[in-house]
């Protein structure tokens, strides 16, 4: 099985800057590609970004390429989402997710999930 525990999430001003992080532990948890997806009030989980197991590969939704980076450390078990030029339609929590194929757009594509965290972009 595989945990994993946000952080990061807080309160920024539209054009600003956050970093999320993600600690994920449990046997072969390096094995498995990464995902960030997020989630407004009365909206559906959207992806966000994806990267493979080995970091060499990124996906990134339209609406945030160009201003969000993902990245892991596997050494450290983290995974981070560098959020840039916030916008505040980026308002929702985020959520940290792990599964077994690379890439996937589907929230129903993953098998493991973080609490969330929440990140407010303030206009």
């Known amino acids: 099985q595989v945990q994993l525990v946000e952080s990061g999430g807080g309160l920024v001003q539209a054009g600003g800057s956050l970093r999320l992080s993600c600690a994920a532990s449990?046997?072969?948890?390096?094995?498995?590609?990464m995902g960030w997806f997020r989630q407004a009030p009365g909206k559906e989980r959207e992806f966000v970004a994806a990267?493979?197991?080995?970091?060499?590969?990124?996906r990134y939704a339209d609406s945030v390429k160009g201003r969000f980076s993902i990245s892991r450390d596997n050494a450290k078990g983290m995974v981070y989402l560098q959020m840039n030029s916030l916008k505040p339609e980026d308002t929702a929590v985020y959520y940290c997710?792990?599964?077994?194929?690379?890439?996937?757009?589907?929230?129903?594509?993953?098998?493991?999930w973080g609490q969330g965290t929440q990140v407010t972009v303030s206009s």
């Open positions: 997710s792990a599964g077994p194929v690379y890439g996937g757009l589907g929230y129903n594509e993953y098998d493991y």
């Open positions: 449990g046997r072969t948890v390096s094995s498995h590609a």
């Open positions: 990267i493979s197991w080995s970091g060499g590969r990124t």
